[in-house]
């Protein structure tokens, strides 16, 4: 593989430049934002290299242990912000991400598909736990969202004889259906249209295609089958604070930021 110069980098400037550009010609207000993300993105993946390489130099259980302890806890935060109002949404979050963690982990080294190294849990856990925080968060947004926009449906529902649960049955499908969707959209077309990252990393790395593939098959299957998992454990427990003691419907404030 051939190695990229630190000068090679910086005709990424070019690039950067190109949408910064469009922002001034048609006063899009984003170009200060554009250059300060693109900058801060560099120095993250720079600085994440440097840890990644001392994490890999330590004994693998505590590297990842310290690693992936440190994903799912930015993760739980960065997913609740998202569920701004929803009582205990970080806690939720966190749980979610954990349980999932464990459990795709432990059918990974238990049927040996990868071994127990930081070189290879960490950057696939990394998807694992990255993909299932946008899925929560995506949950916590969808959530109050239905259950603002049927409201009448919901209270309707009540009004009938139904609890809780009965009458949010339809708000926690759409939920999860709006999760799994995206990723079915995207095994249709795996391969076709581009090729998957993680694929595209291990052929530049030199490994053989068909090898390539193979994990890639692991990573895409357990990434369609997290997210399907965070999107009905959020949604089975969040309905419930959006009824008060008494069963209620009650409205839930908060920004989705």
Known sequence: MTNISNLSLLTMILFVMIPVSLSYLYSLGIGKSAIWSSLRGVVQLFLIGYILTFLFSIPDWQGIGLWVAVMLVIASFQASRRGQGIPHAFLLSLSSLILIEVFVLSLWIVFDIIPFRSEQVIPMSGMIIGNSMVAAGLAF?????????????VLAALSLGANASQASQMIIRKTIRAAMIPNVDRLKTIGLVQLPGMMTGLILGGASPIEAIRYQIVISISVFSTVSICAMIISLVTYRFFFNQNMQLQTIEGGND
């Not at 947004?141 to 449906?153: D, P, V, Y």
Request: glycine letters at 8%; hydrophobic letters at 15%; a positive charge.
């Open 141 to 153: 947004e969808r959530m109050k969202n239905e259950f603002h926009s049927n409201q009448g449906k």
